[in-house]
Each structure stands twice: as C-alpha cells, then as structure tokens.
C-alpha cells in the first residue's frame, strides 16, 4: 500500500562519502537509519521527526546529516568523513504516525569503507 524504497551505498574508501536516499510516498512521524554490522545487533544511528528535531548516535554525529524534503516523505543521510567501523547493511525506517502509526523498513543498502 504505502511505497517506500531506499537507495545509495557501495564501497569506498575511508574518508570518503556517501549519500543515502529514502522515499515514502506519504509523509512520516519520523524517518532515519539503522545499520547492522557483520555480527551484531542492529542499531539505530541517526532520526528526524516531523517538527525538525533530530537524533544522532555519538558514533556518527559531525560526520553524518540528515535532512528531509518534500513534506517529510523523502530524506537524505549524507556521509562524510566515511570510517572502516560505519561499513555496514544501512536500513531506512520510518512510522506513518505518533502513536497508532505503521512501521516501515527499506530493504537495505550496503555500505564498505576499505582501502
């Protein structure tokens, strides 16, 4: 019913960046990204929320922007700065709504930072 696909990743190499795109064909409570590196848990790294606010994993944060258009149904993680530690399966999730909302996942983009 609700369209939501995700794109970006590839390899490269340490220092380097990448963009990631998400795009909902309705507008979210919120949009971001986790990852799940080769053996553990997935982790939530980064979250913008309809009114702005925006929530960055330390990991990350002054490396990685989010930002969102087209009234909250599309956003972008840019990648600065790319580290050998960020190479990891990059997954969007959004939720249609505060509190009755729906759970979306994208389907995953990998990511590899290597020399």
């Known amino acids: 019913q609700v369209q939501f696909v995700e794109s970006g990743g590839g390899l490269v190499q340490p220092g380097r960046s990448l963009r990631l795109s998400c795009t909902a064909s309705?507008?979210?409570?919120?949009m971001g990204w986790y990852r799940q590196a080769p053996g553990k848990e997935r982790e939530l790294i980064v979250r913008?929320?309809?009114?702005?606010?925006?929530f960055y994993k330390d990991a990350v944060k002054g490396r990685f922007t989010i930002s969102s258009h087209n009234a909250k149904t599309t956003v972008y993680l840019q990648m600065n700065s790319l580290k050998p530690e960020d190479t990891a399966v990059y997954y969007c999730n959004a939720r249609t709504g505060v509190t009755a909302g729906r759970d979306y996942w994208g389907q995953g983009t990998q990511v590899t930072v290597s020399s």
């Open positions: 309705t507008s979210m409570y919120f």
């Open positions: 913008k929320f309809r009114g702005g606010s925006t």
